[in-house]
């Protein structure tokens, strides 16, 4: 089948947001003095924030303090260190000449996302960003909440074909969880082996993979 609403993950989908993101995390932990090597906090691409923070000891209180260590160091610097995927661009624009509907769907502080997409000109293909409050209450449960809400706005009928495309389990268990199909791609942060366990709809290895899959026809 092809699919006529498609919800994008950004960071591990659309963008490699590798440098700004562990850097991001490095810098916070700092302030707690727990020191970690870029490369091992390349496995919290992906996950809310705040679940990382949790996983790695600290208390609540210490866990807000951390968020906003984090997004001082994203918002200044750290945004600005990602790069595009390369194919990304001409995927995006293929899909909307193919007039299908494209949303994001994002972990992210929804500033952040907005500023990203923003930096990279991809704004304009998308009709709706959905992205996590500040206080982090969009992502308790995973991507659920966010899914639901892109669904709210841009297909309240549940008329269209739905399909979730990201990286990680959670963009997979979100899907699951509000009902519509995924599609897990292996160029992000995310193993086969944690894809398939999340158990997707379809597991591409590549961008023309997933233009075909979207298409249902090779271009």
């Given at each position: 089948?092809?699919?006529?609403?498609?919800?994008?993950?950004?960071?591990?989908?659309?963008?490699?947001?590798?440098?700004?993101?562990?850097?991001?995390?490095?810098?916070?932990?700092?302030?707690?003095?727990?020191?970690?090597?870029?490369?091992?906090?390349?496995?919290?691409?992906?996950?809310?924030?705040?679940?990382?923070?949790?996983?790695?000891?600290?208390?609540?209180?210490?866990?807000?303090?951390?968020?906003?260590?984090?997004?001082?160091?994203?918002?200044?610097?750290?945004?600005?260190?990602?790069?595009?995927?390369?194919?990304?661009?001409?995927?995006?624009?293929?899909?909307?000449?193919?007039?299908?509907?494209?949303?994001?769907?994002?972990?992210?502080?929804?500033?952040?996302?907005?500023?990203t997409l923003d930096h990279f000109n991809l704004q304009r293909y998308f009709s709706y960003v959905a992205g996590d409050s500040i206080d982090g209450s969009l992502t308790i449960n995973g991507k659920r909440d966010l899914i639901s809400i892109t669904l709210s706005k841009l297909d309240p009928a549940r008329e269209k074909s739905v399909v979730m495309?990201?990286?990680?389990?959670?963009?997979?268990?979100?899907?699951?969880?509000?009902?519509?199909?995924?599609?897990?791609?292996?160029?992000?942060?995310?193993?086969?082996?944690?894809?398939?366990?999340?158990?997707?709809?379809?597991?591409?290895?590549?961008?023309?993979?997933?233009?075909?899959?979207?298409?249902?026809?090779?271009?």
């Amino acid at each position: 089948m092809s699919y006529d609403l498609c919800l994008f993950d950004l960071d591990g989908t659309l963008i490699d947001p590798k440098v700004g993101i562990t850097k991001s995390y490095q810098y916070a932990f700092r302030v707690f003095n727990i020191f970690k090597e870029l490369n091992d906090l390349t496995k919290y691409i992906g996950p809310p924030l705040r679940d990382v923070f949790r996983e790695n000891g600290l208390n609540e209180n210490d866990v807000e303090k951390a968020v906003l260590k984090y997004r001082e160091y994203m918002s200044e610097t750290g945004l600005y260190e990602s790069v595009e995927y390369q194919g990304i661009t001409d995927l995006l624009q293929d899909l909307k000449e193919n007039n299908k509907t494209l949303a994001v769907v994002t972990s992210k502080l929804k500033q952040f996302a907005n500023q990203t997409l923003d930096h990279f000109n991809l704004q304009r293909y998308f009709s709706y960003v959905a992205g996590d409050s500040i206080d982090g209450s969009l992502t308790i449960n995973g991507k659920r909440d966010l899914i639901s809400i892109t669904l709210s706005k841009l297909d309240p009928a549940r008329e269209k074909s739905v399909v979730m495309i990201g990286d990680r389990k959670h963009d997979i268990i979100g899907a699951r969880e509000a009902g519509i199909n995924s599609i897990g791609i292996l160029w992000g942060y995310g193993s086969q082996e944690e894809l398939e366990q999340a158990e997707p709809t379809h597991i591409v290895e590549t961008i023309n993979d997933l233009r075909v899959i979207i298409l249902s026809k090779l271009i």
